[in-house]
């Protein structure tokens, strides 16, 4: 929220997640950005993608600088959470006026893997 106050909207999305990390450090979390995670398809690596930020090990947090968010980025970031067996997730979208997020639960989430 400190980071939408602060710069508003229109901005690429690059500068928010600059900004963000900033206010991260700010806050004494511990973060990774552009974090890479192996994607496995039963049991076998089928590739990596990179998670905006991974905070305190266990939050997923994706970006977006858009108009609007749309059922397409709520489902991709649940998927995230999916392949990456994460319990909790954050969608962020900076681009519109009124600053837009959604926190997303893992409904597939196994305690064991972890």
């Known amino acids: 929220m400190e980071v939408h106050k602060t710069l508003g909207n229109g901005f690429q999305e690059v500068i928010y ?3 963000l990390a900033y206010e991260f450090e700010l ?3 511990i973060f990774s950005r552009e974090h890479e995670m192996l994607v496995s398809y039963k049991g076998k690596e089928v590739g990596t993608r990179r ?3 991974l905070v305190e090990h266990c939050i997923s947090v994706e ?3 858009i108009i609007e968010l749309q059922d397409v980025h709520l489902a991709q970031a649940i ?3 999916e392949a990456y067996n994460l319990q909790i997730g954050l969608l962020i979208n900076f681009g519109s ?3 837009e997020f959604k926190r997303i639960q893992n409904k597939k989430f196994k305690l064991s893997e972890r």
Do not use: C, E, S
């Open 63 to 65: 970006l977006k600088a």
């Open 27 to 29: 806050q004494g979390l």
């Open 17 to 19: 997640q600059r900004a």
């Open 79 to 81: 998927n995230y959470l």
């Open 97 to 99: 006026t009124k600053l």
């Open 51 to 53: 998670v905006d930020f």
